[in-house]
């Protein structure tokens, strides 16, 4: 019964921080982003270079070096450096601009 009761409040609070984050830029949302957001795309975007390098020699040989490249490297990148301090609701798909999610 208290696992339950545990994972309950979990998922609330997954919920309810995920519906925060998404609603404005708030000061709250830029501190977040600062401290968590940030730091989480700049590992990203290096441990993407280093999968990057290693997968490079099988993308080139099925021609699939610029969508590889794109998904490891250059969207972590613009996560984590071209993207608004505290938007959370940031797209990095060209193709996604018209989405509800980026407003």
Do not use: C, H
């Amino acid at each position: 019964m208290k696992k339950i009761g545990i994972i309950l409040i979990d998922v609330i609070i997954l919920f309810t921080g995920t519906a925060t984050f998404a609603e404005d830029r708030s000061g709250e949302n830029i501190v977040a982003d600062l401290a968590v957001m940030r730091p989480v795309g700049l590992v990203a975007t290096v441990a993407g270079t280093a999968i990057f390098l290693v997968s490079l020699p099988f993308a080139l040989i099925t021609n699939d070096v610029p969508k590889t490249a794109k998904e490891l490297v250059v969207d972590p990148f613009n996560y984590t450096f071209d993207r608004p301090l505290g938007d959370f609701k940031y797209q990095t798909d060209p193709l996604l601009e018209d989405s509800p999610a980026k407003e």
